[in-house]
């Protein structure tokens, strides 16, 4: 049977992952994922494919009233409501994202750790900060296989691969076979899986480091041979809204009931 054995979310797009026991499901999302994101020097976004220690700052987000909280490496942190400044458009894979920069020390605090000037955006609505679509699965049992690949280190943590939901009780891979299906998890949320997810260069990175350690793109290749990419893990839409908590059940719903809003590719 599976279950959900973790909930991943990122408050702040890159940076260190929350671990909440329960979440809220809208049909856009987690409302609580990737609210926020960066901005480099250059005007674009800036994640941890360009400057992989991001992961070393933790965030955490209160979204009522609106709250937020850095906490850097060597303890020091900084706290206060979500207060709103100039308006901004950052391209997010093919998007325009419509938000607006955090007044305050935030951008001080993060142009100091990033050594170039950074800011920090609040999107103007909740979940549009992914990459291509709200809600990401992947198995333990995928990563254990992954972990028994020739060359492969002893163990990949979960965190590498940043996944809202970590499933357990899965054949490894088994998410795969999902593309195009329903599956329900909890007792309300319904997910459609539409696609494979491509991975990139984050999963070399060590989670909590941020520090490039391992060519994990090139191990799942050597299993999982594509000429597009090393795909890991699944995605998916919400078609109903739900809570989801540690331990709920993940089923194929039978029916298969529910609008598909996005294409099955891959």
């Given at each position: 049977m599976a279950t959900v054995g973790a909930i991943y979310t990122a408050p702040v797009k890159s940076l260190g992952l929350a671990h909440p026991e329960a979440v809220r499901v809208e049909p856009w999302g987690i409302t609580e994922d990737r609210r926020f994101h960066l901005v480099g020097s250059l005007g674009t976004l800036l994640t941890q494919r360009e400057m992989g220690r991001l992961v070393q700052i933790k965030a955490e987000y209160e979204p009522e009233p609106e709250r937020l909280r850095l906490l850097f490496p060597g303890g020091?942190?900084?706290?206060?409501?979500?207060?709103?400044?100039?308006?901004?458009?950052?391209?997010?894979?093919?998007?325009?994202?419509?938000?607006?920069?955090?007044?305050?020390?935030?951008?001080?605090?993060?142009?100091?750790?990033?050594?170039?000037?950074?800011?920090?955006v609040r999107s103007d609505q909740p979940c549009q900060c992914y990459d291509?679509?709200?809600?990401?699965?992947?198995?333990?049992?995928?990563?254990?296989?992954?972990?028994?690949?020739?060359?492969?280190?002893?163990?990949?943590?979960?965190?590498?691969?940043?996944?809202?939901?970590?499933?357990?009780?899965?054949?490894?891979?088994?998410?795969?076979?999902?593309?195009?299906?329903?599956?329900?998890?909890?007792?309300?949320?319904?997910?459609?899986?539409?696609?494979?997810?491509?991975?990139?260069?984050?999963t070399t990175h060590d989670p909590q480091s941020g520090i490039r350690d391992i060519d994990t793109l090139r191990l799942i290749l050597s299993y999982r041979p594509s000429s597009?990419?090393?795909?890991?893990?699944?995605?998916?839409?919400?078609?109903?809204?739900?809570?989801?908590?540690?331990g709920d059940e993940v089923v194929l719903h039978p029916s298969g009931e529910g609008r598909l809003n996005y294409p099955v590719t891959r």
């Open positions: 020091s942190g900084l706290e206060g409501p979500v207060e709103m400044g100039a308006q901004v458009v950052t391209q997010i894979w093919g998007r325009n994202v419509a938000g607006r920069v955090l007044s305050g020390d935030w951008n001080a605090a993060l142009s100091g750790f990033c050594g170039q000037a950074v800011r920090l291509e679509y709200p809600i990401s699965l992947v198995s333990q049992a995928s990563i254990e296989g992954l972990s028994r690949q020739p060359g492969a280190p002893a163990g990949f943590e979960a965190r590498r691969f940043r996944p809202n939901f970590l499933l357990a009780g899965c054949g490894p891979h088994e998410e795969d076979s999902w593309i195009g299906a329903v599956v329900r998890v909890g007792e309300e949320l319904l997910v459609r899986v539409v696609a494979r997810d491509p991975r990139c260069a984050i597009r990419a090393a795909y890991f893990g699944v995605y998916g839409v919400v078609e109903r809204s739900g809570t989801v908590s540690l």
